[in-house]
């Protein structure tokens, strides 16, 4: 039998501030990222502008009674939808200084495929 004086072992002392050194860089890690938000809805209003407009279109046109209302989870969403001078609007008016994003899109009015505008609002 081998002694274990041989085998590679670590005194205790050296091993306990290691793992005090890796606790201590864990708690500062997060301590530093406690306020940080952890979901990335740092462009909802553009996401949302993106879905609203691939969910109503067929065939790459816009159609404006197909527009999907539901806002995403825990938002509320406005949408206007302008051409050939008509106004499509879902959702209820949003507050002054409400984030939105905006897109031109072929949209099917009583005239025909005209070009237009749609413009996306979402807040909390």
């Given at each position: 039998m081998s002694?274990?004086?041989g085998r590679a072992?670590?005194?205790p002392l050296p091993a306990l501030v290691a793992?005090?050194?890796f606790v201590a860089a864990?708690?500062?890690?997060a301590v530093a990222f406690h306020g940080?938000?952890?979901d990335t809805d740092r462009n909802v209003e553009g996401l949302a502008l993106a879905h609203v407009v691939a969910s109503a279109?067929?065939?790459?046109?816009l159609v404006p009674d197909a527009i999907d209302p539901e806002p995403p989870h825990g938002y509320e969403m406005a949408t206007v939808v302008r051409a050939d001078g008509g106004v499509w609007r879902t959702g209820?008016?949003?507050p002054d200084g409400a984030p939105s994003a905006t897109t031109t899109a072929l949209v099917r009015t009583d005239s025909g495929e005209q070009v237009g505008r749609v413009r996306v609002w979402v807040w909390r």
């Open positions: 002694s274990s004086a072992q670590i005194e793992v005090s050194a864990l708690g500062f890690y940080v938000p952890a279109s067929t065939g790459g046109v209820p008016r949003p």
